[in-house]
């Protein structure tokens, strides 16, 4: 089964940079999409950020537009997300998840099938 595990979180000042990375083991994620997403404390897992097995699709939430950005390196089987310009309401458990799929699958939680167990990040001053 495919394993995902996140790695990059941390505690950054407001206006920082953090970059995630989502790694794989056992299989290639050559041929799965990959999306990022986050839950914050009380709210609802919400999607941040998705990308197709080829990298020619991704997909940002309004709210990181412009400030984040993904990506992937297939031939190290990961996948980033470089968050620039951080915000304290950017706060939340950061995951990635990977579906069996040519094309991106959205920001929808429920399209995706396997889960890595998240990163902390903290945007705090």
């Known amino acids: 089964q495919l394993q995902l595990v996140e790695s990059g979180g941390g505690l950054v000042q407001p206006g920082g940079s953090l970059r995630l990375s989502c790694a794989a083991s056992?299989?290639?994620?050559?041929?799965?999409?990959i999306g990022w997403f986050r839950q914050a404390p009380g709210k609802e897992r919400e999607g941040v950020s998705c990308i197709s097995s080829e990298s020619d699709s991704t997909k940002y939430a309004d709210s990181v537009k412009g400030r984040f950005t993904i990506s992937r390196d297939n031939a190290k089987n990961t996948v980033y997300l470089q968050m620039n310009s951080l915000k304290p309401e950017d706060t939340a458990i950061y995951y990635c998840?990977?579906?069996?799929?040519?094309?991106?699958?959205?920001?929808?939680?429920?399209?995706?099938?396997?889960w890595g167990q998240g990163t902390q990040v903290t945007v705090s001053s």
């Open positions: 056992r299989f290639s994620l050559d041929y799965y999409a």
């Open positions: 998840a990977a579906t069996a799929f040519r094309y991106d699958r959205g920001l929808d939680p429920h399209e995706y099938n396997y």
